[in-house]
Nanobody, 116 residues
């Protein structure tokens, strides 16, 4: 069973930065893609960023130029560097892993609050 554990969330002021980490229980190289999604209060879960096994990345328009997704296969970890954070980035951030058979695994989430 795949386990994904997120960390790095917290309270940050507008304009600040945070780096989220997602540690997988197995080799992330075996997944087709990994990504970050977020869910704000009263809203649906939405895609933030993904990175494929080959290193291709995709970002939501709202975070382009501010967020960067990366992966360290040796550490079985995926990161989300978030810069210039805005109050609208406040949400629970979830790590996702998708297999080549399109099975999805989710972490339990980490809360990011952007507020002065």
């Amino acid at each position: 069973q795949v386990q994904l554990v997120e960390s790095g969330g917290g309270l940050v002021q507008p304009g600040g930065s945070l780096r989220l980490s997602c540690a997988a229980s197995g080799s992330i190289f075996s997944f087709y893609a990994m990504g970050w999604y977020r869910q704000a209060p009263g809203k649906q879960r939405e895609l933030v960023a993904t990175i494929t096994n080959g290193g291709s990345t995709n970002y939501a328009d709202s975070v382009k130029g501010r967020f960067t997704i990366s992966r360290d296969n040796a550490k079985n970890t995926v990161y989300l560097q978030m810069n210039d954070l805005k109050p609208e980035d406040t949400a629970v951030y979830y790590c996702n892993a998708r297999t080549w058979a399109s099975t999805n695994y989710w972490g339990k989430g980490t809360l990011v609050t952007v507020s002065s």
